[in-house]
């Protein structure tokens, strides 16, 4: 790991987190339709790095701002909801433990650190508040 000053490390400024109905897990299905998985966009620049934890790997691309343009209208023909989120530098301190899951990989990304938010559904209506 290469050490960096807090002040010096860039962060993203806004995310674009994205609900789908999709699941590949059998066991997903029980979730609420519509947040049984979560994936997030970030600002870097005049580019945006997607993160989509999956359950088998680790999607990450870079999208030029007209590649995000047509992604979120991609999104939202197929019935995705997109919270925007503007992102925080989370407290010096260990995140509460939690089994890996999108949810909790999206919560690490955009700063968060709520033991209570652990489904889709759940860090839906926390972004919404």
């Not at 789908?20 to 580019?47: I, M, N, T, Y």
């Not at 701002?65 to 503007?86: H, Q």
Request: glycine residues 4%.
């Amino acid at each position: 790991m290469i050490p960096a000053s807090r002040k010096t490390v860039h962060r993203p400024a806004l995310a674009l987190v994205a609900f789908s109905s999709e699941a590949e897990l059998k066991w997903l299905k029980l979730f609420k339709p519509g947040f049984r998985h979560c994936f997030v966009a970030l600002e870097s620049g005049p580019q945006w790095i997607l993160y989509n934890p999956l359950s088998n790997r680790t999607e990450v691309a870079v999208l030029e701002t007209g590649d995000l343009l047509r992604a979120i209208k991609f999104y939202r023909e197929r019935g995705l909801v997109l919270v925007p989120w503007k992102t925080k530098i989370a407290p010096l301190k260990p995140a509460p433990w939690a089994p890996f899951t999108c949810v909790e990989a999206v919560k690490r990304v955009l700063g968060i650190q709520a033991a209570r938010v652990v489904t889709p559904w759940n860090l839906y209506n926390f972004l919404k508040k």
